[in-house]
């Protein structure tokens, strides 16, 4: 068996060259290679997809998140709340922006933000929220909206994770992941579920004045060429990445069912193992498997890890350190006590190959080298 990856960019790739190649081509013909048609086209594509009213392509989704909080006028010393068990992109911006970030504990079986330290850490210098949709699926979006409408607080969505989830509110609508707070934010990071060849990301919100702000925010500030109304910055989606996305939006949708039969087939051969906790579904939300990502509760986790390698199967532990205990992160103001999930976590979880491409054979190899270790 050759060595297998965490994600197969390249397989999947040859899967639809043609259609990605002759889109390249034509954005190098145009000549237009900045805020070409392709990043309009595919803006308009990505609002009908999430059925929102403005997307705002950036140049990543650290970017989007920072001009996001930019673009709600957060000011310095305001609280941003946001949970300790994330890619550090995120409290990484609150602390850039001289913002306040306060750290929550998630939950053990979901990864995301745990509802009761939410309600516990708001303060009234509290502003937003940056709920992280981890992993691929959804927070509790009905219980953050609720908070966040009786304190009177932002919400955004770090969707870098979870593009093309779908969140089910208990009225029985749905909406798309990303497109529930007030602004949304994703990655098309080559490995994220929609990813680009390169970087890129985008910003989408409801909101029209929001929305006008952001796109000069993204643009040096500029609304009317070299008139700067506001300190912006320069972070645009460059048209290549654009054509890329634009050909790839259209398979978002049969990729994340790829990635979910893959997870079924994972959790099946899995789920009657002692030592082995396989992701937690919840009602409200689909998964979208940006990662397959197992506790392991027997200690082994870290020799299973070394045992993957040399068994030629990659394998990635998401995240290995909590951000409150990060060295750019450190607060005194945080108590361990109130982290027990994330420092649990940490110890235990480790996230196995998960792409569109992953075959049957691939799967079966893997799902037996990890049990026969454990057993
Ligand atoms: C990838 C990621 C980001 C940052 O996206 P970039 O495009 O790499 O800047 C932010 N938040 C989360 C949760 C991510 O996974």
Redesign the pocket.
């Known amino acids: 068996m050759k060595k297998i990856q965490m994600v197969d960019l390249q397989s999947q790739y040859q899967n639809i060259k043609e259609t990605v190649d002759a889109s390249i081509h034509e954005v190098l013909n145009s000549s237009s290679y900045i805020n070409g048609p392709f990043v309009k086209e595919f803006q308009a594509d990505l609002e009908q997809y999430l059925n929102i009213k403005h997307v705002i392509p950036c140049a ?4 989007a ?1 920072q001009i996001a909080m930019m673009g709600l006028g957060l000011q310095p010393g305001d609280e941003v709340i946001t949970v300790d068990f ?2 550090a ?2 409290v990484e911006v609150i602390g850039l922006l001289n913002l306040t970030p306060v750290l929550v504990d998630v939950e053990l079986d979901t990864f995301n933000i745990n509802i009761e330290a939410l309600k516990k850490a708001i303060t009234p210098e509290t502003k937003a929220i940056v709920p ?1 949709h ?1 992993f691929g699926q959804c927070a509790n979006m009905e219980a953050i909206l609720a908070i966040a409408k009786e304190h009177d607080l932002f919400v955004i969505e ?1 969707n ?2 979870a593009i093309g989830a779908d969140y089910t509110f208990s009225d029985g609508t749905t909406q798309k992941s990303g497109t529930m707070g007030h602004v949304g934010t994703t ?3 080559p490995s ?1 579920n929609l990813g680009c060849y390169g ?3 985008a910003i989408f919100t409801n909101d029209d004045a929001l929305a006008h702000t952001l796109r000069g925010m993204v643009n040096h500030g500029m609304y009317q060429r070299y008139y700067h109304d506001v300190v912006g910055v320069n972070s645009r989606l460059d048209s290549i990445q654009a054509a890329v996305l634009k050909a790839k939006l259209p398979l978002l949708d049969s990729y994340c069912a790829a990635r979910r039969k893959a997870a079924d087939y994972y959790t099946e051969r899995f789920k009657n193992s002692e030592v082995i906790i396989t992701p937690t579904l919840r009602d409200f939300s689909s998964h979208v498997f940006h990662q397959y990502t197992l506790r392991i509760t027997n200690g082994k986790r870290d020799a299973l890890h070394k045992h993957l390698i040399q068994k030629g199967i990659a394998n990635s532990i998401y995240y290995p350190v909590p951000l409150h205990a990060q060295k750019a992160y450190k607060d005194s103001r945080y108590k361990e006590e109130d982290f027990a999930a994330t420092n649990q976590l940490v110890q235990e979880v480790i996230s196995l190959p998960m792409h569109t491409e992953l075959e049957e054979d691939q799967l079966k190899y893997i799902t037996e080298t990890v049990l026969e270790f454990l057993q």
């Open positions: 990543n989704g650290t970017d998140l994330t890619f992109a995120t992280v981890l770090d870098a994770q990655s098309f990071f994220k970087d890129g990301g």
